[in-house]
C-alpha cells in the first residue's frame, strides 16, 4: 500500500494509464467512422481569415508581437498542428515567452509525443523554456515530467539532477520555493518507500544511504528562510523521531530571522500588477546584506515582472560583470536581456564586451554584433555607439606590423562599411569614426597621407569650427610635420568663424616656439588680418542687434506713451463729469432752479417767489416758521404754466445718461428680450487669430448649451482675436465668466460679462492685505500650475492657484496661491521660501499690492513745488465759454490759489509779539547768543 502522497499519485496515474489504453483500443475500432466524420467538418471561415491576415502582419514585421500571439491563439483552435508548432518556433525566435505560453506549449506536444524522439522534443521544450524567466510553476511541471522516467537509473538520475536545477534556479524564493523543496523531498521519499529496510547488509546500506538523503533535503531546506518553514520543522522532527540535530535547529532559527527581515519586503510583492518600486527596494537591501545567490534571486524575480525595463536589467548585468565574473552565470543573463530590451544599445555594447573579457570566438562576437545592427535602434547614435564597441574590440585583437597584415586591413574593411553605413543613417555627424580611422592611419599604420585625405574629407564639411581645425593641428603637430602644420594653421585661420582667437592663440604660440622672425612676422600680419575681419565683423552686428534693440524699446516707449496719454485724458474726463455732476447737485433736485430765500428784515416786502425753502418731504428736522408767518398764500401761477408738465432742464451738450444698474438674478425674467440677450453673452478677447468659431463652441459648451458664436472678423474673412459667446442660461454665462484666464491653445483668453460701452478693464480682485493668499516670483517659465499645486497643496486646502501671463501664453515668472485658511498660508511661506522648483528658486510673501497709479490723485489737481499754476476752471468745468446756471447772486467765483506769505521777523526774547500757539510764520523764534551758552552749559 502506499505510504505517500507522490506513491498513491503514481499508482493513480497508472490506474489511468491502463483506462487510456482500454479507451484507445475501442477508439481504434470506431477511427475509421471518425476519420469520415471529421472529413466532412469543416473549419470556421472567419478563424481562417483572421490566420491569414496574422501571418500578413508577421511577414511585414516580424517583431510584431501582439501578432504572433494572436496567430498562436488561432492556430490552437485548429487540427493543424504543425503549421501551430512552426508558429510558436517562429515568435520563439524573436521574443521570450511567458510561463503559460511554454505550458500551453509543452501540454500539446505531450499530447502526441509517443516516440523517443517526440519525448526528447518536449524535454527541449522545458530546458528553453525555464531560461526565459524565473518560473516556478514550470519548474514544477518540469520536474513531474522527469518522474516519468525513473523506472530506470538513468530516469531516476536524470530526475535527480532536474531538480537539484530547480532547486538552484528557484530554492531560494521565499514565498513559492518551498513547493520546489516539496516536490524533490516527496520524490526522494517514494524512492525510499519503494526499498526494503531489512534483508541483506547490502539493501540495509542502499536504505540508510536514502534515508540520509531524504534528511539531507530537510537540512538544507531549514537553512533558507522560506514560508511555511514551521510545518517543515515539524515533519523533520517526525521524519527523525524527534532525534534533530542541534546545528539543524540552529540554523532553522536563524533562518526564521531572515525570513522576519524579509516580510515586509515580501508583503510588498503580493498583487498583480507590483510597482518596480517595490522591487528596488528589496534589491537595495539584499545588496546591502551581500549574499551572491539572493541577490540573484530578487533580480529574476524583479525582470520576470518588469522585462522591458532597460535600467533594470542594466543593473542586473553590472553586478554579474564586477562581482561574480562567471562566463557561465552573466553571458545567460546577457543572451536574454537582448531578447527582452533589444533596443538598448548600452547593453548590447555590454554583451560585445562581456564576450571579449571571458575569451569567446570570434565568431560569436561577429554574430552578436550583426544582430545589434539589425536591431532597429530608434536613435541614429545607437549605431555610432554600437559601431565605436565593435571597432574598439577589433583594434585591440588587430596584430600590428609594418607590413599590412590580414587584421590589419580587415579593420581598415571595418572603417570603410562603418563610415558607409552611418552615412546612410545619419548616425555621425562629426565624423567620429572617420577621426579614429585617422588617428590610426598616423599612428598605428604609418601612413600620414591618408590621414590628411580623411581629415580634408572633415574640414570640407565643418569648415567654420575651430575645433575641428584644432584637431587637425593636434594631429599634425604629432605625426605631421612643419610645412603642413602651418598650411593646417593658414588655412584654419581663413575659414574659422565661430572662435579664431583660439587659433590666433596657438598659431602665434607655434611660430614662437618654431618658426623664424619672417614666419613669426608673417603669421602676426595673417592674425591681425583675420581680427580685423572679425573686429569689423562683430561692429556690424553688435550694431544691428542695437538697432534692433532700440527699435523695440521706442516701439514699447511709443505704446507706453499712448496709453498714458489715453489714461490721462480719461482721468481728465472722469474728473470733469464728476465736477459737473457735483455742480448739478448743489443747483437743487433734478437740476431745478432755486431762488434764495429773502432776508426775515423784508418780510413786509415778501411776493410769492420770497417764500422760504421749505426741507423736503421726509426730512426729519422741521424748522418753525417765524413769528407772524402768515402761512401759505394761494398764488397765480405766471402765464403760460402747465402744471401737468414735468419741469426739467436740457441736459448740457456732451452729457451721457447713466448706465443702468446690473439686474439681479430675481430680477431677470422681469427684463426685456434684448437686456436678457446681453446678460447671457459674454465677451471673449485675447484669442489666437487662427481660432474658429467651432473651436470656441467646442470648449464654451462645457459651462452650459451654447446658442450662438458669433467671431469678429476683418473684411478678409481672418479673426480679430475677439468673440461674443450666447448662452442659453444667465447662470451659465456667469459660469462661464468664472473661467477667466483659461487657456485656448497657446494663449489665455479673457472672459467678461457684454458690455460695450466699458472700454476700461476692471481690476478684480483685492487691492489689499490677504492673509490666506501668497505672492509667488521669481518662477520658472516652465513651471505650469499643475506642478504649483502639487507644491502648495500639502500645506492646506486651496480655493485657487493662478499662473499670471502675458497676452500670448507665456508665464510672467508670477502667480497667486489662495488657501481657505490663513495657517495653511502660512505654513507654505514658511515652507516654500527660497525653494528651488525646477531651475530657479522662488520668492514667497503674503499677497499684499502696491497701491495702482489709477488710485493716486488726478495729477492735474495736485499743485507742487516749482510746478506750473493748474488751469482755473469755470463752475462747470474746461469751458469757459458755456453758460452757467446758477445766478450770478449766489455764485462763488473760484477762490484763487492762496500765495506763500513773506516771512515776518520776530525779535528774540520779546513778549506780547507771539501768542503761544501762533509763532509768526509758523517757525520757532530765533535764539540769541545768550540763549546757546546756556544750553551748552546744561
Not at 423736503?616 to 416758521?625: F, H, I, L, R
Not at 488726478?858 to 499743485?863: E, L, T
Amino acid at each position: 500500500m502506499a505510504s505517500t502522497y507522490l506513491e498513491k499519485e503514481m499508482d493513480a496515474e497508472m490506474k489511468e494509464l491502463e483506462d487510456d489504453d482500454d479507451m484507445e483500443e475501442s477508439d481504434d475500432e470506431n477511427d475509421s467512422g471518425s476519420d469520415e466524420d471529421l472529413e466532412g467538418e469543416e473549419e470556421d471561415p472567419e478563424l481562417l481569415k483572421n490566420i491569414a491576415l496574422y501571418e500578413e502582419d508577421i511577414s511585414s514585421n516580424p517583431y510584431n508581437y501582439s501578432a504572433h500571439y494572436e496567430l498562436v491563439t488561432a492556430l490552437r483552435k485548429t487540427e493543424d498542428f504543425e503549421k501551430l508548432r512552426e508558429a510558436r518556433k517562429r515568435f520563439h525566435k524573436f521574443y521570450p515567452l511567458t510561463s503559460d505560453l511554454w505550458l500551453d506549449w509543452i501540454s500539446d506536444e505531450q499530447k502526441i509525443a509517443t516516440s523517443e524522439e517526440e519525448k526528447k522534443m518536449v524535454d527541449d521544450l522545458f530546458e528553453k523554456g525555464v531560461k526565459d524567466y524565473l518560473s516556478v510553476d514550470l519548474w514544477l511541471e518540469y520536474c513531474q515530467h522527469s518522474i516519468g522516467g525513473i523506472g530506470t537509473k538513468e530516469g531516476i538520475v536524470r530526475a535527480r539532477e532536474i531538480h537539484e536545477k530547480a532547486i538552484i534556479a528557484c530554492g531560494l524564493h521565499i514565498s513559492k520555493g518551498a513547493l520546489i523543496w516539496e516536490a524533490y523531498r516527496e520524490f526522494e521519499s517514494a524512492l525510499l518507500s519503494m526499498m526494503t529496510p531489512t534483508g541483506s547488509e547490502e539493501l540495509e546500506k542502499i536504505y540508510a544511504d536514502q534515508k540520509k538523503k531524504v534528511e539531507n533535503l530537510y537540512k538544507r531546506q531549514l537553512r533558507q528562510p522560506l514560508l511555511g518553514m514551521e510545518d517543515t520543522f515539524n515533519e523533520y522532527k517526525e521524519f527523525t523521531k524527534d532525534a534533530t540535530d542541534g546545528n539543524v535547529v540552529s540554523d532553522y532559527h536563524k533562518a526564521k530571522e531572515k525570513l522576519k527581515a524579509r516580510q515586509k519586503f515580501e508583503k510588498k510583492l503580493i498583487g498583480e500588477e507590483i510597482p518596480i518600486e517595490n522591487y528596488q527596494e528589496y534589491i537595495d537591501f539584499e545588496m546591502k546584506e551581500k549574499d551572491p545567490t539572493r541577490i540573484q534571486i530578487i533580480f529574476e524575480r524583479s525582470i520576470t515582472d518588469h522585462c522591458l525595463v532597460s535600467t533594470l536589467w542594466s543593473q542586473y548585468l553590472t553586478y554579474l560583470d564586477s562581482n561574480l565574473k562567471i562566463s557561465t552565470v552573466s553571458l545567460p543573463v546577457f543572451e536574454r536581456s537582448i531578447r527582452n530590451v533589444p533596443w538598448s544599445v548600452e547593453i548590447w555594447c555590454d554583451y560585445l564586451r562581456s564576450l571579449e573579457r571571458y575569451e569567446q570566438p570570434h565568431s560569436e562576437v561577429l554574430s552578436l554584433f550583426e544582430q545589434g545592427l539589425a536591431a532597429g535602434f530608434a536613435q541614429p547614435a545607437a549605431y555610432l555607439e554600437l559601431w565605436l564597441c565593435f571597432i574598439d574590440y577589433l583594434r585591440r585583437r588587430t596584430v600590428w606590423n609594418k607590413d599590412i597584415t590580414e587584421s590589419m586591413s580587415a579593420l581598415r574593411t571595418v572603417f570603410e562599411r562603418a563610415n558607409l553605413h552611418l552615412a546612410k543613417c545619419g548616425g555621425d555627424p562629426d565624423f567620429e569614426v572617420s577621426k579614429y580611422c585617422a588617428n590610426l592611419e598616423a599612428d598605428q599604420f604609418g601612413v600620414m597621407e591618408n590621414a590628411r585625405k580623411i581629415w580634408a574629407e572633415i574640414t570640407a564639411a565643418h569648415p567654420f569650427t575651430a575645433s575641428v581645425w584644432l584637431e587637425y593641428i593636434q594631429l599634425e603637430k604629432t605625426f605631421g610635420d612643419k610645412k603642413h602644420l602651418r598650411k593646417a594653421y593658414q588655412r584654419g585661420l581663413e575659414k574659422t568663424h565661430d572662435d579664431p582667437e583660439i587659433l590666433v592663440r596657438s598659431f602665434t604660440q607655434f611660430e614662437r616656439e618654431e618658426g623664424s622672425l619672417e614666419a613669426f612676422e608673417h603669421c602676426r600680419k595673417l592674425c591681425r588680418i583675420k581680427m580685423e575681419k572679425v573686429g569689423a565683423s562683430k561692429s556690424k552686428g553688435d550694431a544691428k542687434k542695437s538697432e534692433e534693440e532700440q527699435s523695440r524699446h521706442d516701439k514699447i516707449e511709443k505704446k507706453k506713451e499712448k496709453d498714458k496719454d489715453y489714461r490721462r485724458d480719461k482721468r481728465q474726463q472722469i474728473a470733469a463729469e464728476k465736477r459737473g455732476d457735483v455742480q448739478n447737485t448743489q443747483n437743487g433736485k433734478d437740476n431745478v432752479f432755486l431762488k434764495p430765500s429773502v432776508p426775515v428784515s423784508q418780510q413786509d416786502n415778501r411776493s410769492w417767489y420770497d417764500t422760504p425753502e421749505l426741507p423736503e418731504k421726509g426730512s426729519k428736522k422741521v424748522v418753525a416758521p417765524p413769528p407772524g408767518f402768515p402761512g401759505k398764500k394761494s398764488v397765480a401761477p405766471p402765464p403760460g404754466f402747465n402744471e401737468n408738465m414735468k419741469r426739467t432742464i436740457a441736459p448740457p451738450p456732451g452729457f451721457k445718461e447713466p448706465l443702468p444698474k446690473k439686474q439681479k438674478s430675481d430680477d431677470f425674467d422681469n427684463l426685456s428680450e434684448h437686456q436678457q440677450r446681453k446678460l447671457r453673452t459674454v465677451f471673449l478677447s485675447n484669442l489666437d487669430f487662427s481660432v474658429t468659431d467651432t473651436e470656441v463652441n467646442d470648449i464654451m459648451r462645457s459651462s452650459g448649451v451654447v446658442l450662438e458664436v458669433r467671431l469678429v472678423k476683418k473684411p478678409n474673412g481672418q479673426s480679430k482675436g475677439f468673440a461674443f459667446v450666447e448662452f442659453e442660461k444667465h447662470s451659465e454665462a456667469l459660469e462661464a465668466m468664472k473661467r477667466d484666464n483659461e487657456l485656448l491653445g497657446l494663449r489665455p483668453m479673457y472672459i467678461s460679462e457684454c458690455d460695450p460701452e466699458k472700454k476700461a478693464p476692471v481690476f478684480k480682485f483685492d487691492k489689499g492685505l490677504e492673509k490666506n493668499k501668497l505672492f509667488i516670483k521669481g518662477l520658472d517659465p516652465e513651471v505650469t500650475k499643475q506642478d504649483l499645486t502639487e507644491v502648495f497643496e500639502k500645506f492646506g486646502k486651496l480655493i485657487d492657484v493662478r499662473l499670471v501671463t502675458y497676452r500670448n501664453g507665456h508665464s510672467k515668472g508670477l502667480a497667486f496661491v489662495d488657501y481657505e485658511e490663513e495657517v495653511g498660508a502660512a505654513t507654505a511661506l514658511i515652507k516654500t521660501d527660497n525653494m528651488k522648483i525646477k531651475s530657479k528658486e522662488i520668492q514667497v510673501a503674503l499677497s499684499n499690492p502696491p497701491k495702482r497709479k489709477d488710485d493716486a490723485p488726478n495729477q492735474s489737481d495736485v499743485r507742487s513745488l516749482g510746478g506750473t499754476e493748474a488751469t482755473e476752471f469755470g463752475p462747470r468745468g474746461k469751458g469757459r465759454s458755456q453758460v452757467a446756471f446758477t445766478p450770478r447772486s449766489i455764485s462763488v467765483p473760484a477762490k484763487p490759489p492762496s500765495k506763500l506769505e513773506p516771512m515776518k521777523f520776530v525779535k528774540p526774547g520779546v513778549p506780547g509779539l507771539q501768542s503761544e500757539g501762533n509763532e509768526g510764520n509758523g517757525t520757532k523764534p530765533s535764539k540769541s547768543n545768550e540763549d546757546f551758552r546756556k544750553m551748552l552749559l546744561k
